[in-house]
């Protein structure tokens, strides 16, 4: 029993992160700005003298180029294992060439990283980030479902005003209520109120459309944990494990699977 509940304490630790508030314009110098300085200062990556001269290069260059140098240092951090950092430099694409999918591509890759990011100034500027982008596509393409959804999901799942996204989840459920997305956060916020069996509804949605989706599998599993089902959970656990070859997944799937057997 108290496996069951450590696992399900550490899932929604996963999904929920609180924000304190936020403006609509991007600081001039921001935590990712710090982080990248301090990680520089640090010494501890051999390319350290390229990424200042990229990141000089791309302060003094012109519209065209800064966007192209800006994807180098974006390429570059990710590739570090900074991809906080890397969404960060995304954003500045959009900022330097405001496009619909510019800024849709920033907030896709920032609020991906919100259930992931351990630094909390910078887990803060994710979510400002994303929430940001998201409100600058649905600006140039006003309605957008795409973006509407990214929005809503950030203000549920980083911000303090969760309620807010979930209505809007809502309103687009009352619309396109076979939507992957909004069943996917609308499930999640199932799991953070405790409300396990909706939650099982919207997970199971997604999968009639989409069978190899592995969110939705691995938070089924979960939601069988809050509702004391172990061998439910383990069950749709051995699934996941089998519909993916990426090594990290499998191996934590596996840590899962025996922790909950023993």
């Known amino acids: ?95 330097n060439e405001p496009t619909y999918e510019n800024f849709m591509r920033a907030g896709t890759a920032l609020s991906s990283l919100i259930d992931f990011e351990q630094l909390e100034d910078i887990r803060v500027n994710v979510v400002y980030g994303a929430r940001y982008c998201f409100e600058e596509a649905e600006k140039l393409q006003p309605g957008d479902l795409d973006a509407n959804i990214g929005l809503a999901t950030v203000l549920v799942s980083g911000t303090n005003a969760p309620m807010e996204g979930i209505m809007m989840l809502r309103e687009i459920d009352a619309t396109h209520p076979d939507n992957i997305k909004v069943n996917l956060e609308l499930g999640r916020f199932s799991v953070m109120s405790g ?52 090594s990290m997944i499998v191996n934590q799937v596996r840590s899962e699977i025996h922790n909950l057997n023993h």
């Open 195 to 246: 409300q396990m069996d909706k939650a099982l509804e919207r997970f199971e949605r997604v999968l009639q459309k989409d069978s190899l989706n592995l969110q939705a599998r691995y938070m089924m599993a979960q939601t069988y944990l809050g509702l004391t089902d172990t061998a439910a959970a383990v069950l749709e656990l051995e699934k996941l494990k089998s519909m993916t070859t990426d």
């Open 1 to 95: 029993m108290k496996s069951i509940f450590i696992a399900l304490g550490l899932a929604l630790a996963f999904i929920v992160t609180i924000f304190l508030g936020f403006t609509n314009k991007p600081p001039k110098v921001s935590a990712f700005d710090k982080q990248r300085e301090l990680l520089i200062d640090s010494l501890q990556y051999e390319n350290t003298e390229t990424l200042l001269q990229l990141h000089e290069d791309m302060l003094q260059s012109a519209s065209t180029s800064k966007s192209i140098l800006l994807q180098q240092l974006s390429d570059t951090w990710l590739a570090m294992g900074q991809p906080s950092i890397g969404a960060d430099y995304l954003r500045q694409i959009a900022d």
